[in-house]
């Protein structure tokens, strides 16, 4: 097995390579503005480093978010075309599940991460490994009750302490998480989520609604 994992649903662009029993070889760039300009040499780059070549990938594990549209789709659209041209399955995993595992916390906790327009995406967690709800776009302070007392990881916990005054890192996603997580998962046989994106929103781009229409005289 040689499982390459990628996500771009936060300002990480994370990439990591798992032979079946541990991560191999990761890199990470934090840059919200540049992941499709990033995540191409970034997987070149560590293949390389590794000794290894494109072809011998048997399977892609794609952080699904939830995450900014642009962002998010720069992850998945590579994820399924390496998934076609190699011929090998793309499994999804859920961004904030990714934070969660790096965590490595017991008990109760929140993963948080930055949505922008003063939002967090964000999920509870009963462990490190178990969410029990599903993941949701609010403000911090519409949150607030819901989060008290507990823990909190994730840029947007770390971003608005009034609602998660105990934060900790990760603050962004890896792609080595990711790898051991859905490794793990695979191995005891569960089933991955398809690679579809979780965006909660619609995309910050829009089309004008009273544009004026131009015609030809």
Not at 15 to 44: K, M, N
Not at 93 to 111: I, K, N, S, W
Not at 129 to 145: F, G, K, S
Request: hydrophobic fraction near 45%; aromatic fraction near 6%; charge should be negative.
């Amino acid at each position: 097995m040689l499982l390459l994992a990628l996500d771009t649903a936060t300002p990480a662009v994370t990439v990591a390579l798992h032979d079946g029993r541990d991560v191999i070889a990761s890199s990470s760039q934090v840059d919200a503005r540049r992941h499709g300009e990033l995540l191409l040499p970034a997987i070149d780059r560590m293949l390389d480093g590794a000794g290894l070549r494109l072809d011998a990938v048997t399977g892609i594990v794609a952080g699904i978010g939830p995450g900014p549209y642009t962002g998010l789709r720069v992850g998945l659209m590579t994820a399924d075309t390496f998934g076609l041209a190699l011929g090998v399955p793309v499994h999804g995993v859920c961004t904030l599940d990714g934070l969660a595992y790096a965590a490595d916390r017991e008990g109760p906790f929140v993963v948080a991460t930055d949505a922008r327009r003063k939002e967090v995406y964000w999920a509870r967690y009963a462990d490190s490994r178990t969410r029990v709800t599903d993941p949701a776009v609010d403000r911090p302070a519409d949150i607030a009750e819901r989060v008290a007392g507990l823990p909190a990881v994730g840029a947007g916990a770390l971003l608005y302490p009034d609602t998660f005054p105990t934060a900790y890192e990760p603050e962004h996603v890896s792609a080595a998480a990711l790898a051991r997580l859905a490794a793990e998962k695979l191995a005891a046989g569960e089933e991955l989520p398809a690679p579809r994106p979780l965006y909660l929103r619609r995309p910050d781009a829009q089309v004008p609604k009273n544009y004026k229409v131009v015609t030809p005289k």
